[in-house]
């Protein structure tokens, strides 16, 4: 078969001849229809994720929609341990794996699960979220920020900040369910406070910045609470800031913080898919959206780097269609 292949973590992958996935008793092989480009998969391409081993080569891709043997399209997310899905034949785990809606289209679906799945379990599964509550979405510029302000405003928040550094995407955002917007791309001592004003008061932080922006965004958003005693959820969820803070002692003895992680391990992979359908079939309805950008898998090398307009996820699909 076709695949796209990582030889060497300083370099995208290439489309090429590699051995096709042997079919098992408990896991059947996929034609794959689509699989789309994640912040995850590059960091997997790039050996930087925390489930890298290191080992060379391999196929990126953690998850696609791909056609079983009698026909049928599902949805799933690959087992660690199994190639990775940009390829033209991938296998699968029928326990992470779910059936598509009717109606649903494939590339979109491949375009905004991973996304949108970060925030959806994290509010679902990791916290009792309830209808009236309020968020603070840092890092809300990127597309599973872009996700998440739409899943909070669906699943009841009543107020939902939403803060990043890119202009252009955070005047979109007041249109997808924003009740404010905080721009992080200028001063930094007069951005937080704005932040801390407008954030004082949130139950839940969903963070995918971690690093810097983190750092000052604690103290800046615990320090103006009302009632400091007033339980506040810090999920984090990514670090495209930077893996580490410094977090002073301090700041979790003077208010209520309660913070966690969203992810694998912190959540089972039985809990993730079970997840899976009710949020295809948002995304089917068109409660939340994507922009997907289909790519044929053999022009995976060229997109791998070229610059996407904002919102927009590549989806490689490996038919060309």
Same mark, same amino acid.
């Given at each position: 078969?076709?695949?796209?292949?990582?030889?060497?973590?300083?370099?995208?992958?290439?489309?090429?001849?590699?051995?096709?996935?042997?079919?098992?008793?408990?896991?059947?092989?996929?034609?794959?229809?689509?699989?789309?480009?994640?912040?995850?998969?590059?960091?997997?391409?790039?050996?930087?994720?925390?489930?890298?081993?290191?080992?060379?080569?391999?196929?990126?891709?953690?998850?696609?929609?791909?056609? $079983? +043997? %009698? =026909?049928?399209?599902?949805?799933?997310? &690959? #087992?660690?341990?199994? /190639?990775?899905?940009?390829?033209?034949? @991938? *296998?699968?785990?029928?326990?992470?794996?779910?059936? $598509? +809606? %009717? =109606?649903?289209?494939?590339?979109?679906? &491949? #375009?905004?699960?991973? /996304?949108?799945?970060?925030?959806?379990? @994290? *509010?679902?599964?990791?916290?009792?979220?309830?209808?009236?509550?309020?968020?603070?979405?840092?890092?809300?510029?990127?597309?599973?920020?872009?996700?998440?302000?739409?899943?909070?405003?669906? *699943?009841?928040?009543?107020?939902?900040?939403?803060?990043?550094?890119?202009?252009?995407?955070?005047?979109?955002?007041?249109?997808?369910?924003?009740?404010?917007?905080?721009?992080?791309?200028?001063?930094?001592?007069?951005?937080?406070?704005?932040?801390?004003?407008?954030?004082?008061?949130?139950?839940?932080?969903?963070?995918?910045?971690?690093?810097?922006?983190?750092?000052?965004?604690?103290?800046?958003?615990?320090?103006?609470?009302?009632?400091?005693?007033?339980?506040?959820?810090?999920?984090?969820?990514?670090?495209?800031?930077?893996?580490?803070?410094?977090?002073?002692?301090?700041?979790?003895?003077?208010?209520?913080?309660?913070?966690?992680?969203?992810?694998?391990?912190?959540?089972?992979?039985?809990?993730?898919?079970?997840?899976?359908?009710?949020?295809?079939?948002?995304?089917?309805?068109?409660?939340?959206?994507?922009?997907?950008?289909?790519?044929?898998?053999?022009?995976?090398?060229?997109?791998?780097?070229?610059?996407?307009?904002?919102?927009?996820?590549?989806?490689?699909?490996?038919?060309?269609?």
């Amino acid at each position: 078969m076709h695949a796209a292949v990582v030889r060497s973590f300083d370099r995208p992958p290439r489309f090429e001849e590699f051995a096709a996935p042997v079919p098992a008793a408990d896991k059947p092989v996929v034609e794959m229809v689509a699989a789309g480009l994640h912040p995850r998969v590059r960091s997997g391409a790039d050996g930087t994720h925390y489930t890298s081993d290191g080992r060379l080569p391999l196929i990126p891709g953690i998850d696609g929609v791909g056609r $079983l +043997p %009698d =026909g049928r399209l599902v949805y799933f997310v &690959a #087992a660690d341990e199994d /190639p990775g899905t940009m390829a033209e034949q @991938a *296998l699968v785990d029928p326990r992470r794996a779910v059936p $598509l +809606p %009717d =109606g649903a289209d494939p590339v979109t679906i &491949a #375009a905004a699960m991973n /996304p949108a799945m970060s925030s959806w379990v @994290a *509010l679902r599964r990791r916290i009792t979220f309830k209808p009236g509550q309020s968020v603070l979405v840092l890092g809300a510029t990127g597309n599973a920020g872009r996700m998440a302000v739409q899943i909070a405003r669906h *699943l009841g928040a009543d107020r939902i900040v939403a803060a990043g550094r890119d202009p252009l995407r955070l005047e979109l955002l007041s249109g997808l369910g924003a009740t404010d917007v905080v721009s992080l791309a200028g001063d930094p001592d007069k951005d937080f406070a704005r932040l801390g004003e407008a954030a004082a008061d949130v139950d839940v932080v969903i963070d995918y910045t971690w690093g810097g922006p983190t750092e000052r965004a604690l103290p800046a958003v615990l320090t103006r609470r009302t009632d400091r005693s007033a339980p506040l959820d810090w999920i984090q969820i990514g670090s495209l800031a930077g893996p580490e803070i410094t977090l002073p002692s301090a700041v979790l003895r003077a208010a209520n913080l309660r913070l966690m992680g969203s992810g694998q391990g912190s959540v089972t992979a039985r809990g993730i898919v079970a997840e899976l359908p009710s949020l295809m079939t948002e995304l089917t309805r068109g409660t939340i959206t994507a922009d997907a950008l289909p790519v044929p898998l053999s022009e995976v090398e060229q997109a791998w780097t070229a610059p996407v307009e904002p919102g927009r996820r590549i989806v490689f699909t490996p038919s060309g269609d």
